[in-house]
Nanobody, 123 residues
Framework: QVQLVESGGGLVPAGGSLRLSCAAS????????VAWFRQAPGKERKFVAA????????GYADSVKGRFTVSRDNAKNTVYLQMNSLKPEDTAVYYC????????????????WGQGTQVTVSS
């Protein structure tokens, strides 16, 4: 089992930045690929970014490429999502998820999920 807890969400004006954290506990977190997803009210959960177990490979949705950066510190069992140049359309609940295979973009590929953290970008 892997337990995931997101933090770092909040209210930020358009153009601002936030850094989300996904802290893990349980089985060897360094074996897991991790992804970030987001879900806006009334919409489906969508892929945002993913990082391989080593951190050597990453992937991004087109809508965030160049603005968001995913990274990880396996010594701290934590994955980060640095979000810059935020837009109102980035407003959503952000979730991290983990799986033994990496860089997948489908929600059904992931075995473990956090509870989510709210990000609100004001215009």
């Amino acid at each position: 089992q892997v337990q995931l807890v997101e933090s770092g969400g909040g209210l930020v004006p358009a153009g601002g930045s936030l850094r989300l954290s996904c802290a893990a506990s349980g089985r060897r977190f360094s074996n897991y690929g991790v992804a970030w997803f987001r879900q806006a009210p009334g919409k489906e959960r969508k892929f945002v970014a993913a990082i391989s177990w080593s951190g050597g490979n990453t992937g991004y949705a087109d809508s965030v490429k160049g603005r968001f950066t995913v990274s990880r510190d396996n010594a701290k069992n934590t994955v980060y999502l640095q979000m810059n140049s935020l837009k109102p359309e980035d407003t959503a609940v952000y979730y991290c998820a983990a799986a033994l295979t990496g860089l997948m973009r489908g929600i059904y590929e992931y075995d473990y999920w956090g509870q989510g953290t709210q990000v609100t970008v004001s215009s």
